[in-house]
């Protein structure tokens, strides 16, 4: 298709619109299998992200708990999308505003950029539920941001645990309360548990693995992984206090301090880092644009992925609410997000081809989890047949390698768990952000939860790492 690219010249603008055929808002799942499929078939993408990289978000965890390096879960959009290059245009850029009706985006350097067909995968940000302090003091787990922040912090933190030379304070001077029972809560929660029992203990001494190191998990729900079977809840919990998590249900999180958590029973849990995996929002820019917007800030999209009452509007992956062949709600997932990506493609071609558009179809791949070292959980296709244990940890490593979007990646990925899981080494501990670890090592849970404490290391609303979450977050 030819490039349509022009300038409008509404005279109501400071500077003028830029006029193409596709605009894409967000290269996560979504927004990037989007502009691939339209690369492929020939029309002219303009693709904008804050970010100049996709990131892989179901590995996020890993790369904050050291068990693979940074490289492998972000992975630079000009080398997946360079096959595309004649079709689609990579811009680097902060979205300041979008116009649904206009089908126009502003980012943050004033420039303006207008759509035949605007396509929104603006992501998820955090949901903090309105808890004091969780916003301030928690670390968020959805971008390699929030990986690279939570890493440094926690480096900062096991070394301040070390230096604790009064026997009387050492009790649990490195503690992580992970705020959230899903998937990604239960895989962060064991993942930090692996590294204690089997790393920690051997870079440092068994008796300050077992004595100064504790993980909690807290769900305000009664049971871990929600949307799994009980069977594989029933696994998942037994797999976790096995590695010696300590497992809070039913109590949600009342206050987040700079001490550690208090729950709405009273119980106070000190903790030196306290991760917040326990929801999302959809990104704040779609209310603005004159979206309107339903459960958990996104837009319950049309059968063919589209705003309602506008047409020309597709709005995808975590920005969206969408439903299944029986109008089933689905799940904020990575394949939900891919193939409405693919979906979506399909159906923009089918409109430049005067074809009919199709209603979205999900095929249901199944759930999985991982929990430890031969430790995870799958439930796989739509009838959700249940594996556990080794085969599963098998399954669970084969289908994020093969989901991985470069070979490199894949490589990279695949010496790293062969590593990691045959012996006690970690050779992507490597302090990221400096000011993360130097603000975890002056702190520590010196106190209960509840008390205030009168030095904080955070007097804005900005999160751990310096930036609102919703600037760190793609979908």
Request: charged share 20%; with cysteine.
């Amino acid at each position: 298709m030819a490039n349509t690219a022009a300038e409008d010249t509404d005279p109501a603008d400071d500077f003028p619109a830029i006029q193409l055929d596709v605009v894409i808002v967000g290269a996560g799942f979504a927004g990037l299998y989007a502009a691939k499929q339209l690369g492929r078939s020939g029309v002219d993408v303009l693709l904008l992200d804050q970010n100049n990289y996709h990131q892989f978000q179901p590995l996020l965890y890993q790369a904050a708990t050291t068990q693979i390096a940074i490289s492998t879960v972000a992975r630079p959009l000009r080398g997946i999308l360079h096959r595309q290059r004649e079709h689609v245009t990579i811009r680097t850029a902060r979205v300041a505003s979008v116009d649904a009706a206009a089908k126009s985006v502003t980012t943050d350097d004033g420039l303006t950029y207008r759509g035949r067909i605007l396509v929104l995968a603006t992501g998820s940000e955090p949901n903090f539920f309105d808890t004091p302090g969780a916003r301030e003091l928690a670390y968020p787990l959805y971008s390699v941001d929030d990986a690279t922040s939570l890493s440094s912090a926690m480096l900062g933190a096991l070394e301040r645990a070390a230096a604790t030379r009064d026997a009387a304070e050492r009790r649990g001077t490195f503690a992580v309360v992970v705020v959230g029972a899903g998937p990604n809560g239960v895989e962060t929660a064991g993942a930090i548990a692996e590294n204690i029992k089997f790393v920690v203990s051997e870079y440092y001494s068994d008796e300050f693995a077992s004595a100064q190191c504790e993980v909690h998990l807290v769900d305000m729900v009664d049971t871990v992984l929600p949307p799994f079977s009980e069977r594989s809840q029933k696994y998942t919990r037994r797999s976790l206090e096995e590695l010696g998590v300590r497992i809070h249900l039913g109590r949600a999180v009342s206050s987040v301090s700079t001490s550690g958590v208090a729950l709405e029973d009273g119980t106070e849990l000190p903790a030196a880092i306290v991760i917040w995996t326990a929801g999302l929002k959809a990104s704040g820019l779609l209310e603005p644009a004159g979206l309107t917007t339903g459960r958990g800030g996104r837009v319950d999209v049309e059968p063919d992925l589209t705003a309602p009452g506008l047409p020309d509007v597709y709005v995808l992956g975590d920005a969206a609410n969408i439903t299944d062949a029986k109008g089933r709600a689905l799940p904020q997932l990575g394949s939900v997000a891919k193939q409405s990506g693919t979906w979506a493609a399909d159906n923009i071609c089918a409109d430049l081809q005067g074809r009919e558009r199709k209603p979205f179809r999900f095929r249901d791949m199944g759930v999985m989890a991982m929990v430890g070292r031969g430790h995870a959980i799958a439930e796989m296709g739509p009838r959700r047949f249940q594996i556990q244990g080794m085969l599963a940890f098998l399954a669970w490593l084969g289908v994020h390698l093969v989901l991985l979007s470069g070979w490199s990646q894949r490589a990279a990925a695949l010496v790293s768990w062969f590593r990691d899981y045959l012996t006690r080494r970690r050779t992507q501990v490597v302090v990221h952000q400096p000011d993360e670890y130097a603000r975890a090592r002056r702190q520590g849970p010196t106190e209960p939860a509840a008390t205030p404490t009168t030095e904080s290391t955070t007097s804005t609303t900005t999160g751990p790492g310096g930036a609102t979450p919703g600037e760190r977050s793609q979908s």
